[in-house]
């Protein structure tokens, strides 16, 4: 393999590391709606911990699609 080929691949694994990583950082922000934690109600953190497990549930189920199309 060229060395072009293995950066490539490298930056690929960092890039999709770091985008994960920050579309999981927003949904946590919409999920919480831009409110810290120590602001919420009860209901609100409630409300916002089903959406944060909505969010896993849909991202899961995108993987086993993806695995399915295969």
Known sequence: ???DQILNT???LFGRRLINLGINKGVDVAAR???PEAEMTEDERAQARA???AAKRARQAVRLGRR???
């Open 10 to 12: 490298v930056m690929r």
């Open 1 to 3: 393999m060229a060395i």
């Open 51 to 53: 959406a944060r497990q």
């Open 68 to 70: 399915l199309g295969k």
């Open 33 to 35: 709606r831009g409110k």
